[in-house]
């Protein structure tokens, strides 16, 4: 008598037919329901956004090996983080949130990147991409940061170069996990390792980015 199968078992064949099933979408090149939306200007008609400027914004998989999304929050004088690791598949690797102790937005948005790339690189972790929609902070990175943040940045761009990393912008809307992440952040540093334990905000954002499905950027 043949037995039954494991849940371990029943998972994989659930991956193997769900990544053959998306394999079949993108030939056929099927679209999502907010390309529908989009593309037949009824998202425009419905919300009398004549005249508005509406895009479809997507999380990209990384270039490279990895891409790390962070993001902080300040709000009244608290402040937490977050981010999130994943592979070329989209798959998260890991994420965490975590508090921070900041005066200001930008200082918190500067410490978020520094503790995300920090725990990426002692996770083991190297050559990968880290995404922030924070521009002031990229600039400092990408230029020569000045006054009270220019030894800071020094350290960081040399501690960077030396592990293999990239610092980009990444849009807002293609950043909700790690902002979802920050918002959910607590007294103490959290790590997830699975997507269903993640925040349900981060968890919801996180499954959206890995299906490739859009958020709405309206320009006014």
Same mark, same amino acid.
């Given at each position: =008598? &043949?037995?039954?199968?494991?849940?371990? /078992? !029943?998972?994989?064949?659930i991956?193997i @037919?769900? /990544? *053959?099933?998306?394999a079949?979408?993108?030939?056929?090149k $099927?679209r999502?329901?907010?390309?529908?939306l989009? &593309? %037949?200007?009824?998202? @425009? +008609?419905y919300f009398?956004l004549?005249g508005?400027?509406i895009?479809?914004i997507?999380?990209?998989k990384?270039?490279?090996?990895f891409?790390?999304n962070?993001?902080?929050r300040y $709000?009244?004088g608290?402040?937490?983080?977050g981010?999130?690791?994943?592979?070329? #598949?989209?798959e =998260?690797?890991a994420? !965490?949130s975590?508090?921070i102790?900041?005066?200001?937005?930008?200082e918190? %948005?500067i !410490?978020a990147i520094?503790i995300a790339?920090?725990?990426?690189v %002692?996770?083991?972790?190297? #050559?990968?991409?880290? &995404?922030? #929609?924070a521009? /002031?902070?990229?600039?400092?990175f990408? /230029?020569v *940061? %000045?006054?009270r943040? +220019?030894?800071l940045?020094? &350290?960081m761009k #040399?501690?960077?170069?030396r592990?293999?990393?990239s610092i980009?912008? *990444?849009?807002?809307?293609?950043?909700w996990?790690? @902002? @979802?992440m920050?918002?959910?952040?607590?007294?103490q540093?959290?790590?997830?390792?699975?997507?269903?334990?993640?925040?349900?905000? *981060?968890r919801?954002a996180?499954f959206?980015?890995?299906?490739?499905?859009?958020s709405?950027?309206c320009?006014?």
């Amino acid at each position: =008598m &043949e037995s039954s199968p494991t849940s371990s /078992q !029943i998972i994989v064949q659930i991956k193997i @037919h769900t /990544q *053959a099933w998306s394999a079949s979408l993108s030939k056929l090149k $099927i679209r999502t329901i907010g390309d529908v939306l989009f &593309e %037949e200007q009824i998202i @425009h +008609k419905y919300f009398k956004l004549a005249g508005t400027s509406i895009r479809l914004i997507r999380w990209l998989k990384p270039q490279s090996n990895f891409k790390l999304n962070a993001d902080a929050r300040y $709000i009244s004088g608290k402040a937490g983080g977050g981010a999130i690791l994943r592979n070329q #598949d989209g798959e =998260m690797l890991a994420a !965490i949130s975590f508090p921070i102790t900041a005066s200001t937005s930008l200082e918190a %948005e500067i !410490i978020a990147i520094i503790i995300a790339t920090r725990w990426a690189v %002692e996770s083991g972790y190297c #050559d990968f991409q880290v &995404e922030t #929609d924070a521009t /002031q902070v990229v600039s400092y990175f990408v /230029q020569v *940061a %000045e006054g009270r943040w +220019k030894t800071l940045f020094q &350290e960081m761009k #040399d501690y960077i170069n030396r592990k293999g990393v990239s610092i980009g912008h *990444a849009l807002r809307e293609s950043n909700w996990v790690a @902002h @979802h992440m920050s918002a959910a952040a607590s007294a103490q540093l959290q790590i997830f390792n699975r997507p269903q334990d993640l925040p349900y905000l *981060a968890r919801q954002a996180y499954f959206r980015d890995l299906y490739g499905l859009p958020s709405f950027r309206c320009s006014y």
